[in-house]
Each structure stands twice: as C-alpha cells, then as structure tokens.
C-alpha cells in the first residue's frame, strides 16, 4: 500500500483535492468561521466537522463511486475538515478579540492574539 493510496482511493489527487479539500474543508473554514462570529465554543467544530466528514464521504460515493462506509477514509474526510474548521474557527476568533477587545489584546499571528502591555 503505497502513501496515495493510504490517503485517497480514487485514481486522481485532483479528486480528492476538490471534493476532500476545497469542497469539504472550505465548508468546515466556513463553518468555523460562523461558530466563532456567534461566539459558540471551538468543540462545536468537531460535532460539524464529524457531519462534514460524512458529507464528503458521500460525496465520494455518489459522484465518484468511492466507498460509502469506509472508516478509514471517512477518518481522513474527517481530518481536513476538522483542520480546517478549527483553522477558520482560530482565524476569526483572533479577529474578534483584538477587534472587539483593542484596548486590551493585540496580533502577535492571524491565528494568535495577547494581552498588551500594561
């Protein structure tokens, strides 16, 4: 089993590139995005990324005629669009805090904020 092969099951990486990557994992930036504008908690990124996770798999089967229930590979569907959600969910909480919170925290990364100086 070669490293292609651990990762995606079709023939082509563009594949999975569209449907894993920019499809799935753009859906779970959004929606991390989203959680964090209504100021919910970052693990309910994970219960979104999990039905994600599903979402692609599916689309998998029905556009591709990948395997419906595979664990292994709906554990890697799963994996983007945790990473990804938490990626948008960490993006847009950084903007929140030193948006909202000016007077008090500062970038230090697009992904990281701190308490300035006193």
Known sequence: MSLTELIFEEDSFGVFLL???FLGGGAA???GR???ATWRP???VAVYGLILGATVRFFHFSLFGGT???AHYYLIDTAVCLALGLLGF???RT???VTQYR???EPVTRLRWRRRAP
Do not use: D, H, K
């Open 19 to 21: 449907v894993t990557v």
């Open 29 to 31: 930036f959004l929606a």
């Open 34 to 36: 989203a959680i964090a």
């Open 42 to 44: 970052w693990w309910q």
């Open 68 to 70: 419906l229930l595979s």
């Open 90 to 92: 960490r993006a847009a």
């Open 95 to 97: 903007a929140q805090m």
């Open 103 to 105: 007077w008090i925290n």
